[in-house]
Each structure stands twice: as structure tokens, then as C-alpha cells.
């Protein structure tokens, strides 16, 4: 569904990214992991259009993608939630939800409204509700709800357990298992390494903007001078 080949890129002058090569397949959950610094939110924003890629290749489901402007590459279904969340604070609950299907999913509108909720009822409760009031939880489950609206086809997840408290993040994380569950593609996109590595099929590890490491779950774990050297366990 998505691949990397070769992939350069930063800010300005600045080379972040050194070559990064990554595929993910459909129906995968794909973490990469990494340590802050390590290039993953320049990753993802290259890869979504926001940032120009030096070099390499990006495509998705058979396309190239490399250099196409942001709202085509959410026309084609590859929808980013950044770090931070990034909701609309003066925006109610619903109109944040609704800005979700501006460009993609407008006419199920409806329809993903109600999927939402079923995912999230506590936005439900709150559609009202400006977005700046809600706690750190409730605009991370928004900001995830507000993705859905655009019926992505590849959910990138960037540090979606940022901030949040022990008892949320392991709710976060049941989250994005039961969405993978439903069909969805999910590069994740986490400085959470055991949580990570419980729900993904295949990871990633960055370092300094290269790929140090990719591979199952289970051949990241048995590599013991990766564990020390690259994840801290």
C-alpha cells in the first residue's frame, strides 16, 4: 500500500532523512520507533506531502506520490494524525469532526459520524463542547475521530500516546489494534516501544534518520544489543 524507497529529506538545507526505505502492506499495523530527534515526524510529514522530499520515492496504492500537494494525497486516502492533535480549540466537538470529511468522505458524512461515535461515545456526549475544554485524552480520541471522518485507507498515528495518562494509554492502544482489527492499515508512529511492539506486525527503528533496524516484532526483541542500544530495554 505504501512504499519508500530511498527517501531524503528535511528542512531548508538541512538533511533529516538519510535514505529511508519502508513499505507497508495492506492490513498491517507498521511501527516506527525511535528516540526524539530521530526524524520520525519529519518522516511522516514528507511522506504526507507537508514537507518536499529531497529524493527517493513515496507511493501509495500503485501511485507516485513523491511530489503531489497534500489535499491529493488526502483524495487518495493516506490521512495523518499529528503529533500534538492539532484540533481546532474554538471549534465545537462536531465541527471539528465535520472539517475531517472537508476533502475526503464528504458524502458519508453521516454515516462516519456515526461510526465515530460508536468508536468514541464520550464525543458523542460532547459534540457541543469546544475542543480547547476537552482533557488531553478526549482531544487525542477527536483527533483520531476527526481522521476517520475522511475514510482514510492508511492512518499514520504520530505519537498518539503523547501526554496521555498510564490507564489512557493502554486504552489508545486497544484503540488502534481494534481499528487495524476492522481492516485498517496503520503506520504507528511511537516513542512507546513495549506498547508498540504488542500490537504491530512489523517495526522500524530511526536513528539519526536512517533505518538501524527492520523487521518482526520478535526478531527486534531477540536482538540484544538493538534493545540496549536503540530502545532502552
Known amino acids: 500500500m505504501l512504499e519508500v524507497r530511498d527517501l531524503r529529506g528535511g528542512?531548508?538545507?538541512?538533511?533529516?532523512?538519510?535514505g529511508v526505505s519502508l513499505e507497508i502492506r495492506g492490513g498491517e499495523?507498521?511501527?516506527?520507533?525511535?528516540?526524539?530527534?530521530?526524524?520520525?515526524?519529519?518522516?511522516n510529514n514528507t511522506v504526507c506531502g507537508l514537507y518536499p522530499a529531497f529524493s527517493?520515492?513515496?507511493?501509495?496504492?500503485?501511485?507516485?506520490?513523491?511530489?503531489?500537494?497534500?489535499?491529493?494525497?488526502?483524495?487518495?486516502?493516506?490521512?495523518?494524525?499529528?503529533?500534538?492533535r492539532r484540533v481546532f480549540p474554538n471549534l465545537s466537538v462536531l465541527?471539528?469532526?465535520?472539517?475531517g470529511s472537508y476533502r475526503r468522505g464528504r458524502t458519508?458524512?453521516?454515516?462516519?459520524?456515526?461510526?465515530?461515535?460508536?468508536?468514541?461515545?464520550r464525543l458523542k456526549e460532547r459534540t457541543a463542547q469546544r475542543a480547547g475544554t476537552l482533557s488531553g485524552g478526549e482531544?487525542?480520541?477527536?483527533?483520531?475521530?476527526?481522521?476517520l471522518m475522511a475514510?482514510?485507507?492508511?492512518?499514520i498515528l504520530d505519537e498518539p500516546s503523547l501526554g496521555l495518562a498510564p490507564l489512557l494509554v493502554e486504552e489508545m492502544f486497544a484503540l488502534i489494534h481494534r481499528l487495524n482489527e476492522d481492516g485498517l492499515a496503520i503506520l504507528l508512529v511511537e516513542q512507546n516501544v513495549g506498547q508498540s511492539l504488542e500490537i504491530a506486525h512489523r517495526a522500524y527503528v530511526l536513528e539519526n534518520g536512517a533505518i538501524a533496524f527492520h523487521g518482526t516484532p520478535a526478531e527486534l526483541l531477540?536482538?540484544?544489543?538493538?534493545?540496549?542500544?536503540?530502545?532502552?530495554?
Do not use: C, W
Request: aromatic share 6%; net charge positive.
Open 11 to 18: 528542512y531548508g538545507s538541512v538533511e533529516v532523512l538519510r
Open 29 to 43: 499495523i507498521v511501527a516506527v520507533l525511535g528516540s526524539n530527534g530521530a526524524g520520525k515526524s519529519t518522516f
Open 56 to 84: 527517493g520515492r513515496i507511493g501509495f496504492d500503485g501511485g507516485d506520490i513523491t511530489r503531489a500537494h497534500p489535499t491529493e494525497i488526502v483524495a487518495a486516502g493516506l490521512i495523518q494524525v499529528p503529533e500534538g
Open 95 to 99: 465541527e471539528n469532526l465535520e472539517l
Open 108 to 121: 458519508g458524512r453521516a454515516r462516519n459520524l456515526e461510526r465515530v461515535f460508536t468508536v468514541f461515545p
Open 139 to 147: 482531544q487525542q480520541m477527536l483527533a483520531i475521530g476527526r481522521s
Open 151 to 155: 475514510e482514510p485507507r492508511l492512518l
Open 222 to 233: 531477540a536482538n540484544r544489543e538493538l534493545k540496549r542500544a536503540y530502545l532502552g530495554i
